[in-house]
């Protein structure tokens, strides 16, 4: 049950749920792991799950024609992660995710959740929060994109993902702001200045 308390904890901050309610969710998971540099999802895979992280990081990823690739996103321990759209409609993912690190996670059956939603209304809005969040997350990712600068970009990264600055290459994490490494470096060293003590460079 001790696998379950992360996943209970974000359920609390969507939806007052009794514990009876909470166990009757947790039911439907089942357990899997994911080695460092392995796949959850290629771009092109169909898929009917949906991933809680309870430990690890991921990285979300377009590849382009040319073979480049462009960071859509990450993922930290206690979040759901998933190709929504894919679930939705059915169609094949548009884009790939990586454990960058060694990562646990519990695994939710699409049509599973689909059954529970129709036991009782708690779960459409349990469902219902959930897209909204992941509405607000997307919303937010456009603004940055479209009018921070590279440096507010930056800052927006820290205070969402945290210790990640520390734990992933800087290549990807360049590539999530949408700027160079060199240019990424730059923007390190000028933080340093004005963060005293702080050392938040990874080159691996």
């Known amino acids: 049950m001790n ?9 609390d901050r969507l939806l007052p749920l009794t514990e009876d309610q909470k166990k009757r969710f947790s ?16 771009a092109g895979d169909s898929l009917s799950y949906l991933y809680f992280s309870l430990s690890g990081c991921f990285r979300l990823y377009y590849s382009t024609y040319d073979g480049k690739e462009r960071i859509k996103s990450f993922c930290a321990a206690n979040d759901f992660i998933t190709s929504y759209t894919a679930l939705l409609t059915g169609s094949p993912s548009q884009f790939s995710i ?3 690190q ?12 689909l059954a529970l939603t129709a036991e009782d209304p708690i779960w459409e809005r349990l469902a219902r929060r959930m897209v909204e969040g992941l509405y607000v997350k997307k919303e937010r990712r456009e603004m940055q994109l479209l009018t921070l600068s590279a440096e507010d970009r930056y800052r927006c990264f820290l205070e969402e993902f945290g210790t990640l ?21 730059r923007i390190r060293a000028q933080w340093r200045k004005v ?3 702080s050392d938040s460079i990874n080159l691996s």
């Open 3 to 11: 696998a379950f308390i992360p996943l209970h904890t974000f359920l």
């Open 27 to 42: 039911s439907l998971f089942t357990t899997t792991t994911l080695a460092k540099g392995e796949h959850l999802l290629r």
């Open 98 to 100: 990586q454990a960058l």
């Open 102 to 113: 060694p990562a646990n996670l519990l695994r939710l059956s699409y049509p599973d959740l």
């Open 165 to 185: 600055d520390k734990e992933i290459p800087q290549y990807y994490i360049a590539s999530y702001l949408g700027i160079t490494p060199v240019a990424l470096s």
């Open 195 to 197: 963060q005293p003590g």
